[in-house]
């Protein structure tokens, strides 16, 4: 499967984006990690093919992820943008039906996206 991530972009604090990714196939398990210079690959957050969620406590409340109808599509909502959320945004997918911890685990998704860059200025 592979994936293709669309929405990144440069924004100021405080502000908005929505990035998009759609699998090539059926996938289950769909999430958004990130990667900050110097910095390791972390979870931002995940969904079940059932739409359970799983949120790094760092966007809580600021982000949301959701499917599409056709459900190899996922989408996270960046609201209130700040600058320690600028990162290489990564779309992963699972073909694993996960439970909601086991969306945490990086080993768990088999397919990766090429990246997306979100910058926030202050």
């Known amino acids: 499967v592979q994936l293709q991530a669309s929405g990144g972009g440069l924004v100021q604090a405080g502000g908005s984006l929505r990035l998009s990714c759609a699998a090539s196939?059926?996938?289950?398990?769909m999430g958004w990690y990130r990667q900050a210079p110097g910095k390791e690959r972390e979870l931002v957050a995940a969904?079940?093919?059932?739409?359970?969620?799983n949120y790094a406590d760092s966007v809580k409340g600021r982000f949301t992820i959701s499917r599409g109808n056709a459900k190899n599509m996922v989408y996270l909502q960046m609201n209130s943008l700040e600058p320690e959320d600028t990162a290489v945004y990564y779309c992963?997918?699972?073909?694993?039906?996960?439970?909601?911890?086991?969306?945490?685990?990086?080993?768990?998704?088999?397919?990766w996206g090429p990246g997306t860059q979100v910058t926030v200025s202050s």
């Open positions: 196939g059926s996938v289950n398990a």
């Open positions: 992963a997918a699972s073909h694993l039906r996960l439970i909601t911890s086991e969306l945490r685990r990086g080993n768990n998704y088999d397919s």
């Open positions: 969904i079940t093919s059932g739409g359970n969620t």
